[in-house]
């Protein structure tokens, strides 16, 4: 049955509804960053750009870096975004556009995110470089999918149980990064940890400016938290739907972390960006 055209959206030109990309527009590695600005920063880096375009905050520049094809897509913010991209990208790779079908043979994608964060662990300096292993979904989005067999019970069972997590928000989701490329990227130069994605930037995130939170004590509590000697090190707002859908969809993903805040500490990076053009510059060397 021929997916139907209010479900796989295509535009006149035949590119995917929001991203604006057909499959030919894409590589087999895809870089994610959040803001618009630093696709450029990526792709500055190429031996070649062969095409680019945007449609709101998905911003697209596909090229050549020492013989690969590498797509850079900015994501904007938040898991909500994750669900547009890594759908249309799916949809990309493993759907016939012309029959609306899904293929036979499904292809694989890498996905790398690079993207910034706060540590909520004060020995994590700012400026520091952090891989997440796994990724903790405070935001609920994931339970749209059947995420039973992605997920780990047990952890999120531990994790409800310390910070007395309100039974009225969305169930915390554990899932891990891909293993190959944790391999491939990890070094004595990056931390490692449970990155906690937050569906938020200030309450989510435990902070106050003028309005008082529900649940002061979450951060301390994911501080202090740990399991099988994994702890949590930080929050941001992208990494458990990627790790989640890129899971369900077979896809590979890691999260690379510039850390440019740390909460217990209060401290802020005094140049943030310098710190994302030193992620970037290490990722595309191990690429
Ligand atoms: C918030 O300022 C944004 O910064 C972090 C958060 O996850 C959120 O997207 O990541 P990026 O710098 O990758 O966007």
Known sequence: MPIKP???????????????????????????????DRVSQVTKHFDSIDFETQKREFKTQTGLFKGKRITVISTGIGTDNIDI?????????????????????????????????GAIQNDIPLDSFLISTHALDL????HAYHIETISNSSLEDTFIAHTNWDKN??????????NTLIDKFKSAQTYQGLTATASGFYGPQGRTLRLPISNRSLNKNM??????NTRITNLEMETSGIYGLAKLFGHRAISLNAIIANRPNGTFSSNPKATVEKLITYTLERI
Do not use: W
């Not at 990309?92 to 899904?102: E, K």
């Open 6 to 36: 209010s479900e796989l959206i295509l535009n006149p030109d035949g590119s995917i509804y929001h991203l604006n990309l057909k499959p030919q527009d894409i590589g087999n590695i895809i870089i994610f960053v959040g803001d618009q």
């Open 169 to 178: 928000r969305a169930r915390p989701i554990v899932i891990e990064g891909s």
């Open 139 to 142: 935001v609920g989005m994931l």
């Open 85 to 117: 991209v890594l759908n249309e990208l799916d949809a990309l790779v493993n759907i016939d556009f012309g029959t609306r079908t899904v293929k036979k043979k499904l292809k694989t994608l890498d996905i790398i995110r690079i993207g910034t964060t």
């Open 223 to 228: 501080e202090s938290f740990s399991f099988d």
